[in-house]
Each structure stands twice: as C-alpha cells, then as structure tokens.
C-alpha cells in the first residue's frame, strides 16, 4: 500500500497538495544565506593564519598515518610453520552485469574466483615492528619478485617502501585479515596449482 501511496504522489496530474491562502501577516525570511556565513568564517580564518595552521596540522596528520597506520589488532607471531587450504568462494549481494549491461552473476549467486581466473601472485602478511618478520619478507622478494605483494598489519610501510624501493601495502583497518581468517603472522597465502579451487595459507614460523 505504501508503494501505491508513494506511485500516485508521483503521476502527473496528481496533486495531494493545495494552496490554502496566507492567514496572518506575513514576513520575509531574515535568516542570512549559510553559504555566506561559511564563506565570511573562511576569510576570518584565512586573515587570522588559523587556515593556515588548520593546513599544516591536516598534512601532519595525513603524514603521519602514511608512516605508521593503525595497527590491525588481535594477531600473533607464528611459534611453527602450518598450512591450511581456504575456500575464497563469495555470495552475491547485487547482481555483476559486463559493460554492456548483461547479467553475468545474479545476486545471491556463490563464486569462486578460482574458477574464473588463478589467483595472482602471493601475498605476505606480516609485522613491520618484528624485524624477524621483515627479514623473512626480504627473503621472499628476492624469490618471488613482484609476483609478491607484501601487506604490513603494523608498523611502517613507507619505511620499508624507501627502504626497498618497491610498493608495500597496509591492510587498513583488517580488512584484508578478516576475508581470510588470519590470526597469525607472517602469513603466505598462494594458489599452489592453477587448477586448485581453493587457496593455501602458510603461517611462517620467523
């Protein structure tokens, strides 16, 4: 009912409102215009140097977190190495349609990944803070080049990207650690075969 309520607001034709007329005196609207006001506060900050300053602490903050992000809670240091398969099969929540508009996967549809494309490369969770852990990631850049991608849960990214003059990410906020049901690090995650249909979690003893 609600949806015929809202369809016949909507037809053309349709008026649910009328003008009643004016009852009382009436004002014009003295409110100044908020665009105004924010522009009148923006010149008061500007001459003052308060934007200036404003400026300055927003690039020291955003400098900041590109150094040292949050760290992703909750993890521990592997104590020996073990492996377990994982399933990266996802349900649907909207349909995927191609560029032209067809349905490809309808929502609600499970997929596995793995049966559309392998699995590119590897990654590599770790901590930054543990230099065991670092030493480790360097070790495997030289295997694998950049067919590894290395992902810090703390600790500096931009240090180790001077350091080694290639990209190294942050899972921000655990997002990355979540999908895969980490709890230790370092952790290797790979498709062994191009044909598997899962794929392999390492948990790396440093």
Known sequence: MRGLFVLLLLLPGVSPAHDLGAFGKTYPIAEPDFLVEIQDVAKQKMASGEWK????????????????????????TAKKGRARRFDPSITLSED???????????????????????????????????????????????????????????????????????PVYFDQAGAGVRRFGLDTVPALITQKNPTDRFLTIEEIKP
Do not use: C, H
């Open 96 to 166: 995927i349609r191609d560029a032209d508009g067809r349905l490809i996967f309808a929502a609600g549809t499970t997929v596995n990944p793995a049966d559309i494309a392998p699995f590119p490369g590897a990654l590599l969770y770790l901590s930054g803070d543990d230099k065991r852990q670092v030493v480790l990631a360097e070790k495997l850049v030289k295997q694998k080049g950049d067919a590894l991608k290395v992902i810090l849960v703390d600790g500096s990214p931009a240090e180790l990207m001077r350091k080694w003059a290639r």
């Open 53 to 76: 300053r404003l400026a300055v602490e927003a690039r020291g903050r955003g400098q900041r977190y590109f150094e040292r992000p949050p760290a992703v809670a909750g993890l521990r």
